[in-house]
């Protein structure tokens, strides 16, 4: 991050802007900022370790990667039976759209480069916090707006309250159970599965 920044400090000023606008909103106790790129690193390095889904840190984030995916350093793994369900959905015409907290240029970096090859083919649209919070049930309303309103959505997920939001916005909801996942500890009204196969 902090050399990522001190390069290419004049090329991502849009992102330099937004993090000053939301640093003045921090109730926290975040990090000074000041006009040198370290004091940004220190920032954003800061929101990380809060987990905070910060848009201009999604976006400096995808930025990195991309010079990691294009340098052949980085490739993304996906399961089998993804690459396997976006084959067949693509076949039976179904359109294949990903809602992420990763940036639009994450997204399509992460399913560039995999072990499967270039999954971005499959895909027409991509969501990021530009729409809303994973868990806001408005932004499942405006991406369900992005469709047809005779198409029948489905929204994946192993978060349980990004489940809930979407089920409340109309979406078909299945909660995907994978090793590594966290345990789902309460009652779910989504169904289970352990594969996109499973998704008829």
């Not at 991050?1 to 106790?29: C, P, S, V, Y």
């Not at 959905?89 to 639009?104: D, H, L, P, Q």
């Not at 994450?106 to 868990?135: E, H, M, P, V, W």
């Not at 929204?155 to 995907?176: P, R, W």
Request: charged letters at 30%; glycine letters at 4%; proline letters at 4%.
């Amino acid at each position: 991050m902090r050399e990522f920044l001190t390069e290419n400090f004049a090329d991502i000023q849009t992102e330099i802007l937004q993090l000053k606008a939301e640093h003045a909103r921090e109730t926290g106790n975040p990090p000074k900022l000041n006009d040198a790129p370290e004091s940004f690193a220190d920032y954003l390095l800061w929101l990380m370790d809060k987990d905070r889904k910060s848009t201009p840190l999604k976006s400096l984030q995808g930025k990195i990667w991309q010079k990691g995916y294009e340098s052949g350093e980085i490739k993304s793994e996906v399961f089998a039976d993804v690459f396997r369900a976006f084959e067949r959905w693509k076949s039976e015409e179904k359109r294949i759209a990903i809602f992420s907290s990763g940036s639009v240029l994450a997204q399509k970096l992460l399913f560039k480069y995999t072990n499967y090859g270039d999954l971005a083919y499959f895909i027409s649209n991509y969501f990021d916090t530009n729409t809303g919070a994973k868990r806001d049930v408005e932004s499942y309303r405006k991406i369900a707006l992005s469709f047809p309103p005779t198409e029948n959505l489905v929204f994946v997920s192993d978060i349980s309250e990004e489940l809930d939001a979407a089920k409340e916005a109309g979406l078909n909801t299945f909660l995907a159970i994978r090793p590594g996942n966290e345990p789902i500890n309460h009652q779910t009204n989504h169904q289970p599965i352990h594969s996109f196969d499973e998704i008829l």
